[in-house]
């Protein structure tokens, strides 16, 4: 396993609450962890669980996939370009969530065909987020 890289992530949480305009305690009941355990992990002396990643990740309204990642739990090699591209597409402020979703469907229907995106299981990468809506067909 892939050590830690707590002291990047703690970086890179705290850029995306600011950026989110969150302070430590409104991501840390957002996302149901507490303050001080939120403050550790932001100054890199916590490692968080995936469990614990997903839930910041959810409440910050970014890619879990981004943070594990970041904390080493992913290889980094592995899909940086898949991660990346998801990331930026639910940081669009110009999308909404609905957009965004459809819009990683596509996405992800894309790799499939390509042969890219499945998972030892044949299965596709989970994207945590609300239900999503099919893409529209194009009727021809």
């Avoid at 890199?44 to 997903?54: M, N, T």
């Avoid at 409440?59 to 943070?67: D, N, P, V």
């Avoid at 229907?109 to 299965?123: Q, V, W």
């Amino acid at each position: 396993m892939a050590s830690l890289n707590v002291g990047n992530l703690g970086e890179y949480l705290r850029e995306q609450r600011r950026n989110a305009q969150l302070s430590l305690r409104q991501l840390a009941e957002a996302a149901g962890v507490s303050n001080p355990y939120l403050s550790q992990i932001e100054r890199g002396l916590r490692k968080p669980s995936a469990e614990v990643l997903q839930q910041v990740a959810k409440a910050l309204r970014i890619s879990a996939e981004t943070l594990y990642v970041r904390a080493g739990i992913l290889d980094a090699e592995r899909d940086r370009d898949d991660v990346e591209t998801r990331a930026v597409i639910l940081a669009d402020p110009s999308l909404n969530e609905g957009q965004k979703q459809v819009l990683l469907q596509v996405y992800e229907s894309f790799r499939r065909e390509n042969g890219f995106g499945t998972d030892a299981d044949g299965e596709g990468s989970v994207i945590p987020g609300p239900p999503t809506a099919k893409a529209p067909q194009n009727p021809q």
